[in-house]
């Protein structure tokens, strides 16, 4: 059993470049989720894809924002126009059951000087 | 909107002293309650799921329990690595994502 897997784990920028991270969920799980935290506070949604399809996005993610799971496999959360609020950890989590508990990776962290 | 409140903030406890995590929450249809811990710079692990009212979960020295606007984490004769966040989660039935407390820090010193 592999878990979730995310890449990069920390990321240093400036603010007005581009990020990306990947996330690799554990393999059966048809279910994805992008979610977001700061220093002191739990983690907030951002999105959620089942299978390719992007089902969900929080009021939070703003259009710099965007996410992908172009097969069904893999996703991808792209920050555009990076801004010195986007520094956060950036956690993907996935599921199999839709009643049943999210499996976390060990997140991205998000710098932006 | 979903309300998850937890508390306290903070915990600091003596090896062997018991105590409470309180998590209460407000939530239209209840699926599931969940708790997960948190150590620093990682993702959360999980730690249980409740489902309805009156419902207990046990591993090692946690104890979870859920009533219709609370749930409780008991930690019995914490040690040191029991030392991290923990955070409180709802899911809403008509939903399949978390939304989550705050949490709680709980250091245990030795």
């Known amino acids: 059993d592999t878990g979730v897997s995310q890449d990069p784990r920390h990321k240093i920028t400036k603010r007005g470049q581009n990020v990306t991270f990947r996330c690799d969920p554990i393999?059966?799980?048809?279910?994805l989720y992008w979610y977001r935290q700061t220093l002191g506070q739990g983690p907030e949604f951002l999105t959620y894809?089942?299978?390719?399809?992007?089902?969900?996005k929080s009021r939070l993610l703003s259009d710099r924002f965007s996410a992908e799971r172009p097969k069904g496999s893999f996703s991808t959360l792209e920050i555009q126009r990076t801004e010195q609020g986007d520094s956060a950890m950036y956690l993907c989590?996935?599921?199999?059951?839709?009643?049943?508990?999210?499996?976390f990776g060990e997140g991205s962290r998000l710098t932006v000087l | 909107e979903d309300q998850v409140t937890q508390s306290p903030e903070a915990l600091r406890l003596q090896e062997g002293e018991s105590s409470s995590l309180n998590c209460s929450y407000t939530?239209?249809?209840?699926?599931?309650l969940f708790w997960y811990r948190q150590d620093p710079g990682k993702g959360p692990e999980f730690l249980f799921t409740?489902?309805?009212a009156g419902e207990e979960k046990e591993k090692e020295r946690l104890k979870a329990t859920l009533t219709k606007k609370e749930s409780f984490l008991h930690i019995t004769a914490p040690k040191p690595e029991d030392s991290a966040t923990y955070l409180c989660?709802?899911?809403?039935?008509?939903?399949?994502?978390?939304?989550f407390g705050a949490g709680t820090t709980v250091t245990v010193r030795a």
């Open positions: 894809f089942q299978n390719e399809a992007q089902l969900e």
């Open positions: 989590a996935s599921s199999l059951d839709p009643r049943g508990e999210l499996f």
């Open positions: 409740l489902y309805s």
């Open positions: 939530v239209s249809g209840l699926r599931g």
């Open positions: 393999s059966e799980h048809n279910r």
């Open positions: 989660a709802v899911g809403r039935s008509n939903d399949y994502k978390l939304s």
